[in-house]
Every structure is written in structure tokens, then in C-alpha cells.
């Protein structure tokens, strides 16, 4: 048994921030308490065969500031080899009791390499287990999509935006990495593109879940970042997404943006689900980068076609 307490959570409705999102004034996001605390997606309830879940820093053996479900390898860390292998095996574990929580094996997952890019992989079978039982075949991959019973899609985070994608009719699922740079270059309409261009999947058929990661309130960006926002986005939805705080700094709401990428892609406004759990205001719950200063683990995404 854990002998971790269940912080206090606080959640947030979006509804008067871009009104023009149907589901963002309700709960998206559905915690389930236990041994492996672990949050599920209102989205994609009562769809044949769609299984997802989101990870909480709870339920695991990681120790210090990655107490205690930390999820990542930390491949790029610069640390002694033995340090990297005590978090490789913290990592390692925390999977296999992630895994028993949600009926999935390790072996049936497949670990994005993610680099802020917009780069989507087909997975596979080939591809089973890559990132977390043995080496991946590929690197820079932000989104990952898969039309094959059984597999396990994992993306990760500590504030970015996950994007998770399910067609309705279970053709595919996808799920993506997006932070600033990727929500900027469009990753979730790529993903839409993709789905439909692989897979089969009519726009109106996709259902999203963005979030939980950092929400509008709480992520400061300087002039530089968001003047990409402003070069990106329609004059008409920029209230939505950049809101000026002080002469040096804009609150972004990577949320709102992530939604309108949805909506130019032409996924209806209803089918989109926005988080109420920000991730820098719920440090008890999850791991934020920026609330931690960078002393955090990782969190991860899971989306799969059950057989
Ligand atoms: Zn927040």
C-alpha cells in the first residue's frame, strides 16, 4: 500500500475563456484513487475499445523531487552511470506498476522520443515495447498514432500539452506532445491530417482531449515566444490565446491554442475536451516543470485500442 496522502486538488473551468468550447465548462478529468492513483478522460468514455489514462507523481518508488511516479528515463541527463541506472530502474518499475493498474503490459507500450518537434510515427508491432523494454528504432518523435489493436501509445510531460486523439468508430488513436513550440507549428492538426490520411478517420469522428498541462493562468512567456503566437494565429482568436501580464511578459494559454489548431483542422468544437487540472497549480498531483524549477519527474499519457 501507498502510504502517499491524496493532496487537495484544484481545478479550473475554462468556460469564459474561449466560449466557443462546448465541453470546457465541465469535468474532464476523472481521478481514481488507490494504490496507483491515475486520471482518466471524460472524452473518451463509453467509446468501443478506447482505453487512456494520465499518470500522477503518486504511486511510486522514485525518491526526492521525482517522488514518486516518475516515468522518464532521463536518457539526456547528465549523471553518473549510476545514478542513471537507479532512475532507469525506478523508471522501469514505475511502469511495470502503471501497467498492472490499467490491464497493460510494458511490453505492449511504445515510448515517444520527444524533441519539441511536429514529427508523427505509425507504430506498429514492430515497434512494441520500444522506449521501455528495449531500444527504440527511431528518434525526434513528438506524435505517435496507430490503427493496430494492443498497442499502447506513451507520450510525456511536466507541463506541456498532452493531445490525445480517438476515432469514434476505433479506426485509430493518437496522442502528441505539445509545448510551446509544437502547439505553434501545429502539431495537433497534423495529427488530425495524419489520422485522416492513414487511418481512414473523418474529422467529425475524432475525438480530443487537451491536457492536463499548464494552463493560461500560470504560463509566462516573454516577448520572444510569443510573437510567435501572434505571427501564427487569426487576430480573432488571439484574446484567447496571449494575454499581455506586465511590460515583459504575455500569459499564453497553450490550451486555447491547441483547441483552435483542432478546430482549423476541422474537428467540430463539441468533439474537443479541454483539461480543468493545470499541472503548475497542482504540484501535490503532478510534476511541473516551472513549479519545480526543473526539479521534477515526467508524467505520461496512454491511449490504446483494446483487443
Ligand atoms: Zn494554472
Known amino acids: 500500500m501507498s502510504t502517499e496522502t491524496m493532496p487537495e486538488i484544484t481545478r479550473y473551468n475554462y468556460g469564459a475563456s474561449f466560449s466557443s468550447c462546448p465541453e470546457n465548462g465541465r469535468d474532464t478529468l476523472i481521478l481514481h484513487e488507490g494504490c496507483v492513483p491515475y486520471l482518466s478522460f471524460r472524452a473518451f468514455d463509453g467509446l468501443p475499445g478506447i482505453q487512456a489514462a494520465f499518470s500522477t507523481r503518486l504511486g511510486g518508488v522514485s525518491k526526492g523531487f521525482r517522488s514518486s511516479m516518475d516515468l522518464g528515463f532521463h536518457e539526456a541527463l547528465d549523471t553518473t552511470p549510476k545514478e542513471h541506472e537507479e532512475l532507469a530502474r525506478a523508471a522501469s518499475e514505475n511502469f511495470r506498476r502503471m501497467g498492472e493498474t490499467l490491464g497493460i503490459q510494458p511490453e505492449q507500450?511504445?515510448?515517444?522520443?520527444?524533441?519539441?518537434?511536429?514529427?508523427?510515427?505509425t507504430v506498429t508491432g514492430h515497434h512494441k515495447g520500444m522506449g521501455?523494454?528495449?531500444?527504440?528504432?527511431?528518434?525526434?518523435?513528438?506524435?505517435?498514432?496507430?490503427?493496430?489493436?494492443?498497442?499502447?501509445?506513451?507520450?510525456?510531460?511536466?507541463?506541456?500539452n498532452p493531445v490525445l486523439f480517438a476515432d469514434r468508430t476505433g479506426k485509430a488513436v493518437g496522442a502528441a506532445h505539445a509545448g510551446w513550440k509544437g502547439t505553434v507549428g501545429g502539431i495537433a492538426g497534423k495529427m488530425a491530417d495524419r489520422l485522416n490520411r492513414e487511418f481512414g478517420c473523418r474529422r467529425e469522428d475524432l475525438i480530443v482531449q487537451i491536457g492536463p498541462g499548464i494552463c493560461g493562468r500560470c504560463y509566462e512567456v516573454r516577448e520572444d515566444t510569443a510573437r510567435y503566437f501572434r505571427d501564427a494565429y487569426p487576430e480573432s482568436e488571439l484574446p484567447c490565446i496571449l494575454k499581455k501580464k506586465d511590460e515583459e511578459h504575455y500569459l499564453l494559454n497553450l490550451?486555447?491554442?491547441?483547441?483552435?489548431?483542432c478546430i482549423h483542422a476541422g474537428i467540430p468544437a463539441e468533439n474537443i475536451y479541454i483539461s480543468d487540472l493545470c499541472t503548475f497549480e497542482n504540484p501535490g498531483l503532478l510534476f511541473s516543470h516551472r513549479a519545480s524549477h526543473g526539479?521534477?519527474?515526467i508524467l505520461?499519457?496512454?491511449?490504446?485500442?483494446?483487443?
Open 300 to 307: 505520461c499519457a496512454f491511449i490504446m485500442i483494446r483487443k
Open 255 to 261: 490550451f486555447a491554442a491547441n483547441y483552435f489548431n
Open 132 to 160: 521501455i523494454v528495449k531500444a527504440r528504432d527511431f528518434t525526434d518523435v513528438d506524435g505517435l498514432v496507430t490503427g493496430e489493436p494492443g498497442i499502447c501509445l506513451v507520450t510525456a510531460f511536466a507541463d506541456c
Open 295 to 297: 526539479k521534477r519527474g
Open 109 to 121: 507500450m511504445v515510448y515517444s522520443q520527444q524533441t519539441h518537434t511536429v514529427n508523427i510515427l
